[in-house]
């Protein structure tokens, strides 16, 4: 344990050092390596892919589940899309340097807010080896240094892809730590990594609700958080009832896994006898397990419906299950969102203008929605590129994370001589 | 303990339902009632000043330092001026609801992103009353709940001033549970508040190193904290001399015990033969204690100089005492800065084009000067109004932290019944 505590508070340091010395790094060069990082990567499949196949093996001694096979395996189409996603991140422009701001003082001082990189970000996830370009891409582009710690299923994928682009640093004389990986499966790292204040300025983590807790409950470094997404549809009294159908059935169903999907339905009482029935019968047609308020099983009679507990109206499935309420009012939707949502997203179907501003307004969500699935909350789908995650937080990040919230800023301010009086 | 705790949560739910219901607050009415505050602390200033006296008492029993006591004591000036402060948060424009920026994606859906109340803010503080009604006022402002928790000494007149202004919620029909003051001493209440996560949204303590880190190290909430100011001029081996003098004399006896005054002075080695003698001489006749490196002291013949240990650079004085220390270089001052400092407030002295933008652009520091004293590190100087303090972190809010810095924003989406293929 000693020898690993030595490694990551070393590690840490040449990382924040690599991280100094990144200010000096042009845009020119920074999206010239990136280049050649996804040509290195698909340059190179043939090795991932071995590399990826032990990873399989085990997993499968495991026995771990179908999906998260998929999840974890790799080949020419994958890999592909892995270096095509650096090849974006390339041709995006570069936030670094951007002025947010610039005004004079009376006094002459003329005072600029400008981004910068905000150093060495620690991400510690456990999801698929895709994630460990992206992240290496996504920081590398906005100049910070970056600490990984991936799943263990993933370890010998992740350590082949972090390898080959630490490599093409080297290759164009940047410090290579600028891109770190923790090898080691020995879960203490963790623990002395997040007390390494003086050295990592932010943590993210990316997984399952008990890795997050547990890392916002240990750590003193600065946390966003990427918790869970319990998204609503409100079907409002002044609903366009096909479109709050299609809207529904898409949110819940186009991808049922991921955060920004549909996990619970609110329907007006006005028009829960039309809609409920209708629309239910198509989500019990697609094998979606349907709890719902009793007069929710009431109204679709013939539709097998569990009663939804509290517990139901608080919990993301993330398959294909949904949670049913009828309510009484746009104010009891609001506050049933914002009782029991995460503050991820939130649509309200209608066609009532002031039904939607109140919506817009009161909802306290990262992204709330007027007559648009949810399943939009994301940084591609936004237009940002490439995304670090999707923030549950308030602070720094709100919504699909991308380059801009990878930055901080500094204040430069240009003067003549001024003292103050 | 048991009662503390359930009131702390209590405080803490009501602060949460106001700040969800100040949503519909107009800018029209709040700076209507920053008005009234500000009425009303002047009006009640005998009373302010009644309450005042207790605290004033109880602090010459305890032996508090004079400094100490005329931080504390208030007077109808005093008063006057936490009045206009008030007035002035009134004049400022109103961030919430500014749009950051807006666009349209190809799919037709309007994306808004839109500056919101962070929700509950919660500051812990040890510092003079006025910081009361500042916090109110800018809390109030920016549509946030507010929870404070201030010293022990200056207890009677934080009520007093807090029950002020809270009535004047009551009486304009707002909720008073935006404005919320801990008025037990019990240091429990704090430990138990730190974990309310699931209502608090921000923790900002502002006060010693030791308060800060015990903050930091249990907060199950995101900190922003306001360490120590470290503060460097560096006079290059270009610096118009003169000015230097002028720029160093100011940053340090302007007001030596604020977090903005210079702690430390490097010098250039071409010019430290000609700069140190004079300048040094000023500072020992300004009965400012002066501690310096082996060179310094050689150079400085006849100032009485103790040698500077690695701890006086690592040291905010807050006091009339220096460091020194003679550099080889630009890359050394910067290197020394970004190592010893606190990443507060920096300056170089120079004429000289390329090392201006060489440090601007290498010091990892909130606000980063050529050529100005770091006195103007400060929200009113930045032009920014009043100000919650001056943030040393990097995340969220860095250098002075005003109404901007106490929202998050919030993606408005407007579609017309987008669903993702």
Redesign the interface.
Known sequence: MKKNTFSIIEMAKAAQKAA?NS??LSSQLKDKVLQEMAESLWQKRTHIIKENQKDLSLAQKNKISKAMLDRLMLDDKRIQSMSQALRDIATLSDPVGQVLKA?C?PNG?W?HKVR?P??VIAIIYEARPNVTSDCIGLCFKTSNSVILRGGSEAINSNIAIYEILRSVLVKNNIDPAMINFITTGDRSVVDELLKL?DYI??VIPRGGEELIKKV??SS?I???KHYKGICHVYVDEWA?LN?AE??C???KL?RPAVCNAMESLLVHQDVAPRFIPLCLKKFYEANVEIRGCALTQKIAKGIPIKLATEQDYRTEYLDLKISVKVVKSLEEAIEHI?TFGSHHSDTIVTENYNSALEF???V??????????T???DGG???MGAEIGIST????A??PMALEELT??????????????
Chains 1, 2 share one sequence.
């Open positions: 100094q200010l000096r005004w003082r001082l005072i910068v905000i150093g204040n300025d932010l916002v409950s003193r600065p946390v966003i366009d479109m299609k809207i059935l898409n949110a186009q914002n817009l307004r009161l306290d969500s990262a992204c709330v929605y007027v007559n648009a699935s399943r939009f909350t789908q936004f237009g937080d308030k602070l720094h709100r919504g901080t800023y500094k204040y430069m301010v240009f003067g003549s001589g001024q003292v103050r009086s």
